[in-house]
């Protein structure tokens, strides 16, 4: 008995951590979390033909293409045209529907997903417990439980990239010239991935040095940061595109459109802090934020104690250690917000159907719907492929950010993986800079898409 409960004592972390994964992958697959995430969201659908018939009865459904308000009197008073147009009413409704869980799991890579939600939430729980566990360095990887979030970690970034790759080579998700243009940016990636960590970009530009790590593994690093800034470009497009309409950029005054004062806050608040947290990397504004002068606590005790004021000038800010710190809850509370707008994001991203709709509807006297029907199928069909652009980047800060938590020296155990890479620089350096390397590129590509619907190169449409 006593053995055992040495045995229990010993092991407590890795129980506790074995324990909150069992249970959570219990709990999220007998409780669908990623299908509640996202029901209540309306999609819409547009019919070939209500009445094929031709046929209108009294109580059928026709599209209102007049005036609201307007009475039948009303338009028989008007002047008639003597052009007879052909044009079916019948054709020009759109149908709202609202989702809920039959409806999700219609829809393609749905089950993909939720395989990805839920990794991401078990690897995350099990890091975010790994941080508040005390364990020793002479305890072993075994005692201390570190074992579990390092795996559920590894397979959940595994996951996320992998299906990442798969929606981006979708064959009717995207245009051929978004996939073309998605190359050549994952080339100008590699290439820029390759000046930063080989260093030709001088230090006074990026605050980041890769001390440890030899050639091959630098150029490893380069290649899945090209890798990333490729497959991140149409998502980033599309998440651009919904801060477009859902901020009503383009003033077209329709409530289906516009998502409220509370959306348009969330909408600019994620912008401003995903470009806010990527400048932080970037040595001009990390040389206003940090002051150099006070290395620790007591020695701006004693700059405060002889009042030398010139010491101060031009550099004030905080510590390193605090600096540090910020950068940390910054691409926490970046990859939050990012899942938090998900929702958001979606609806306007089906609400962009309406709006192709409602243009081809008023853009002739005979409007020709074949495009707008095609969109809204499209946008439908495709929901869940959106869904998955709109959740893997937060997904990736988020475990690259747990990642860069856990202590170097647990990895010291993988002895494969050590001969390969320096553990220690994997962990602290590799990890951290590959997720402010996601939330760089996503502001990038946000903001160059942002610039390009203000000038009118980009239009939605």
């Known amino acids: 008995m006593k053995m055992m ?28 979390i990623s299908s509640l995430f996202l029901q209540g969201l309306h999609t819409y659908i547009h019919p070939d033909d209500v ?6 009865s009294q109580n059928g459904v026709r599209a209102a293409i007049r005036r609201p308000g307007a009475s039948d009197s ?29 409806h999700l799991q219609s829809r393609l890579y749905f ?10 939430i078990v690897a995350s729980s099990c890091m975010l417990l790994h941080k508040f566990l005390s364990g020793s360095k002479d305890s072993g990887i075994l005692a201390n439980g570190s ?14 990239f992998i299906l990442i790759v798969r929606v981006s080579f979708e064959r009717s998700a995207s245009k051929r010239s978004e996939k073309q243009l998605s190359v050549l940016l994952g080339v100008l990636g590699f290439l820029l991935g390759l000046t930063i960590v080989f260093g030709i970009v001088p230090p006074f530009v990026i605050d980041i040095e890769f001390e440890s790590l030899d050639g091959f593994g630098r150029f490893w690093v380069a290649v899945f940061m090209g890798c990333i800034a490729g497959f991140l470009f149409m998502p980033a497009a599309k998440s651009a595109r919904a801060f477009w309409l859902g901020t009503d950029q383009i003033r077209c005054n329709l409530s289906i459109i516009c998502c409220g004062w509370i959306g348009t806050m969330l909408l600019y608040a994620n912008y401003l802090l995903t470009v806010f947290t990527s400048l932080l990397w970037i040595n001009p504004l990390a040389k206003l934020l940090v002051n150099k002068s006070i290395e620790d606590t007591k020695g701006s005790h004693l700059i405060g104690r002889t009042g030398d004021a010139d010491e101060l000038v031009g550099n004030v800010g905080m510590l390193q250690s605090d600096f540090d710190k910020l950068r940390l809850w910054c691409l926490l509370a970046s990859g939050l917000l990012q899942i938090v707008t998900l929702r958001l994001n979606l609806q306007i991203y089906l609400n962009e159907a309406v709006l192709c709709w409602y243009q081809r509807l008023h853009a002739s006297k005979v409007p020709d719907l074949d495009f707008s029907r095609a969109k809204v199928f499209l946008h439908n069909h495709y929901l869940c492929l959106a869904v998955l652009q709109f959740f893997v980047p937060p997904a990736l800060v988020l475990l690259f950010l747990g990642f860069s938590q856990i202590d170097d020296y647990l990895f010291d155990n993988f002895q494969v993986v050590c001969t390969l890479l320096p553990c220690s620089a994997f962990v602290k350096e590799v990890a951290l800079f590959v997720a402010w390397w ?11 898409s942002l610039v390009l619907y203000r000038r009118g190169i980009l239009y939605v449409s």
């Open 5 to 32: 409960l040495s045995i229990i004592l010993s092991n407590s972390n890795l129980i506790l951590q074995a324990s909150l994964a069992l249970s959570l992958s219990l709990l999220l697959s007998f409780v669908n």
């Open 51 to 56: 009445s094929p018939n031709n046929t209108t």
């Open 74 to 102: 009303d338009l028989k008073n008007r002047k008639r045209s003597k052009e007879k147009f052909e044009f079916d009413e019948n054709k020009a409704q759109i149908f709202r529907l609202k989702l809920n869980d039959n």
């Open 111 to 120: 089950n993909e997903f939720r395989s990805v939600f839920n990794s991401t």
């Open 147 to 160: 074992l579990v979030p390092i795996l559920l970690g590894f397979a959940g970034v595994c996951r996320a």
């Open 438 to 448: 996601v939330v760089f590129v996503w502001s990038i590509f946000t903001s160059a």
